[in-house]
């Protein structure tokens, strides 16, 4: 869980800074 979750935010990090 804890991999996945770390995985997700990374995702959201790459994402945020797409539209940033």
């Known amino acids: 869980?804890?991999?996945n979750s770390?995985?997700?935010v990374t995702?959201?990090?790459r994402?945020?800074?797409l539209q940033l």
Do not use: G, I
């Open 1 to 3: 869980m804890a991999r």
């Open 6 to 8: 770390e995985k997700a």
């Open 11 to 13: 995702a959201l990090a």
């Open 15 to 17: 994402w945020r800074n």
